[in-house]
């Protein structure tokens, strides 16, 4: 396998050239006309995109192929290898509620499952709730080409399930109610919602159960016509001739809305947030038609979630300057912030991540030195106990559950070496309880595999920690292909966990390494802050200093290095490679967002103005517009000789829109000075998440795999 050899000359994408005046400066955009003046459309029904974009980006698909055509044997050999780690009737584990368990599980060949509950006493005979596989194929046969399960949730009273479904890839779901002893659907579904809902709890509420006309009330958020979640809505769905009522409307644009249950289940939470602010707006859950109030107003750069307990409201927060989060307290007839008392002072370089109460625990994942911890606190006693393991790397997670009057605790475990396990911890005696690990059908050996965590010095005197991935075999020489993955934004860190698919790369010699830069939370919160708006370029030079340290260790060798990166990573791997294209041997980069300066400029588009605060807003700030064009990866792209280069897009993504990695592409081409191929592959039946399906999804994992080899077979 080699790409000296190209089967033909890649398709060209037309210029037409436009010139953008932004505050006192002009850019010229030659590839703008790949953006569908239709987009919104096209969103919901991709068949509307314009002829010439759909030739242009079918042109691509075809020459991608035919690039990758001598790997169709090794992605074959990929797929069945990672479906082999996959055990084919899997099952999660069930998860308790009043007399129920409820789970989901994979029959063999499933690309779904199903969901079903136990009897939590007595007779373990499953009780289908829905057939997720049989619906996939229902849609199937109607001409769909797309499929994707959200959110599954059952009523109080165990009488009622509803779900939510995606049918396009645009992140725009229909949720479904239906009776569980009959199956029936019971009113007609709600569409043009972004998945999120919540049934209320006045079903058993004792002013309602006497009634003649019982009321069940679903809570669920709307998308507006730019895609944003915006609007809550709710309906009496016992009633068929109820309508829905409109309960809460986010005008600002930089605000999106979510919904929920409280911990305890008393209250219908609405969060409104951008990236650095948050606000609450409550709802007795017994009595949903009660008017929504608001726990505490927004304020900007504050962020704060309540979790009830009692009569009292924990709040973590980030209030009072407290960078890595504090734990406060008040009580719900007095929940604003002037009532909250610090419970949990802040700790800097202690990160708290997330929070869950129980009756009498509050339970707290913590994050310290780039490792997670659990913490346990007895809210009578005081008394506190941690939970934490001995590897260098390693993920830990809170799973929560339906019960809050419970003793037990369940948490997720894995290392890039174990395999993932379930434990159940009992609060109250120490007791743990392995509740499943995952298998491995083909096999597995730890000892097989090497995990490191070291730390590389970055230009600026900053030690970047670095999660590696090796065989026991591995011998420091520089030669090893290398597969760097690194993200860097939003604050979102990449756990050390287990991954199965990543074991065909490292068995074949492969160094697999995470990046930890600044714009995620891995040293805790300053760390997002030191890799954000004016900031943000150190997010890229670190990713290319780690590159180099890596070499530098004999790790690998610069221009051994396979640069992945997904989204925001995309934007990663795109500056990264404009800043050093030598450092690399290929690039990845998944539905890459890439137009920055242009996309940060278009307010219209559905996440640009809840976005401002991570990258600033170029129409009325000119060093925010400034420092984007100072990174933009598309801005950027100039002539010099860049490595072999997979692009990846959806036709119907809306959070990174196909014309950003289709323009990049086409500007790649034009000022490429080697003869690596730049190939771009748009999957025209799904959005940002890619293919659906537990095998379906393997595939694109297959040809990206297939491509960091084809690159590494270049280096021998």
């Known amino acids: 396998m080699s790409f000296s050899q190209h089967p033909a000359p890649p398709p060209q994408a037309e210029k037409r050239p436009i010139k953008i005046k932004q505050l006192g400066r002009t850019r010229l955009d030659n590839y703008a006309w790949l953006k569908d ?58 998860a308790p509620d009043g007399p129920w368990s409820y789970a989901h599980r994979f029959r063999p060949g499933d690309e779904h499952g199903e969901y079903y509950r136990v009897k939590r006493e007595g007779t373990k005979n499953i009780h289908t709730l829905l057939d997720a596989d049989a619906l996939a194929h229902i849609s199937k046969e109607k001409g769909g080409s797309f499929f994707d399960i959200g959110a599954v ?12 479904v995606d049918l396009q890839g645009a992140e725009r779901y229909e949720i479904t109610i239906l009776d569980i002893e009959t199956g029936q659907v019971i009113s007609e579904p709600v569409k043009n919602t972004a998945g999120d809902f919540a049934f209320a709890n006045d079903l058993t509420n004792e002013l309602t159960s006497n009634r003649a006309s019982k009321s069940l009330t679903l809570f669920w958020v709307e998308r507006d016509d730019n895609n944003r979640p915006s609007k809550v809505w709710q309906k009496n769905i016992l009633d068929k001739a109820a309508k829905p009522a409109l309960v809460y409307h986010e005008k600002d644009a930089g605000f999106f809305v979510s919904l929920g249950r409280s911990d305890t289940g008393k209250y219908v939470e609405i969060n409104c947030h951008d990236h650095t602010s948050s606000e609450t707006w409550l709802i007795p859950a017994q009595t949903p038609k009660s008017v929504p109030f608001c726990a505490e107003p927004r304020l900007q750069d504050r962020e704060y979630d309540l979790h009830d307990h ?12 407290a960078t890595d989060f504090k734990i406060m307290h008040t009580k719900q007839a007095r929940p604003g912030a002037a009532n909250w008392e610090d419970f949990i002072p802040h700790t800097p370089g202690t990160l708290i991540l997330g929070l869950e109460t129980y009756q009498g625990y509050m339970v707290r994942l913590e ?13 009578t006693t005081g008394a506190e106990t941690t939970i934490s393991f001995d590897e260098q790397a390693y993920a830990l997670g809170l799973l929560g559950g339906y019960e809050f009057k419970t003793k037990w605790l369940r948490f997720s475990y894995s290392s ?28 597995h050996n730890p000892e097989d595999y090497i995990t490191k965590r070291i730390h590389i010095k970055a230009r600026d005197g900053e030690d970047i920690p670095v999660t590696l991935i090796m065989g026991s075999g591995f ?76 070499a530098r260790l004999k790790y690998t060798g610069e221009g051994r290095i396979i640069a992945h990166g997904g989204s925001a990573g995309g934007l990663l791997v795109g500056a990264a490679v404009n800043q050093a294209p030598e450092l690399f041997g290929g690039v990845i980069a998944a539905v890459p967002f890439v137009d920055v300066l242009n996309t940060m400029s278009d307010e219209s588009l559905p996440l640009t103005p809840p976005e401002w605060p991570e990258w600033g807003n170029p129409l009325t700030d000119e060093k925010a517009y400034d420092t984007i064009a ?15 280069m997979l692009i990846t897009a959806g036709l119907t993504d809306p959070r990174v829109t196909y014309w950003e990695p289709a323009k990049w592409a086409a500007k790649l081409r034009n000022h490429q000075m080697s003869d690596a191929p730049i190939l ?28 960091a080899i084809k690159v590494a077979e270049a280096f021998a």
């Open 153 to 164: 949730s059952h009523s109080d009273d165990h009488k009622y399930l509803a779900y939510a």
């Open 416 to 443: 890039p070496t174990t395999p993932g396990q379930i434990f159940d911890y009992n609060m109250q005696t120490g007791e743990r309880i392995l509740r499943k690990t995952t298998q491995i059908p083909s096999g």
């Open 310 to 321: 009692g009569a009292d409201f924990f709040v973590l927060t980030n209030a009072d300057q």
């Open 475 to 550: 011998k420091n020489d520089g030669k090893a292909p290398c597969l760097l993955y690194g993200y860097g934004s939003y604050g979102i860190t990449i756990s050390a966990g287990f991954r199965t698919n990543l074991l065909s790369l490292i068995d074949r010699g492969f160094v697999y390494a995470i990046a930890h830069i600044r714009g995620g939370k891995a040293k805790g919160y300053d760390w997002y802050t030191k890799g954000k708006l004016k900031t943000k370029q150190a997010t890229f030079d670190d990713f290319v200093d780690v590159g180099r340290g890596l």
């Open 367 to 379: 994050r310290i030195n780039a490792l997670p911890r659990i913490i346990i606190r007895d809210l």
């Open 630 to 644: 100072s990174y933009c990866p598309y801005t950027n792209v100039k002539d010099q000789a860049y490595p072999p």
């Open 680 to 707: 771009l592959k748009t999957n025209m039946d799904a959005g940002h998440q890619g293919e659906p399906g537990r095998y379906d999804s393997l595939k694109e994992t297959a040809f990206e795999y297939a491509f």
């Open 37 to 94: 003046e239709n987009w919104r459309d096209v969103m919901n029904a991709p068949n509307l995109l314009d002829a010439d974009i759909r030739a242009y980006l079918e042109a691509q698909n075809i020459y991608t192929q035919a690039v990758m055509a001598d790997t169709k044997s090794l992605q074959a050999g990929l797929l069945a290898e990672m479906k082999g780690r996959i055990k084919d009737d899997d099952s999660s584990v069930p």
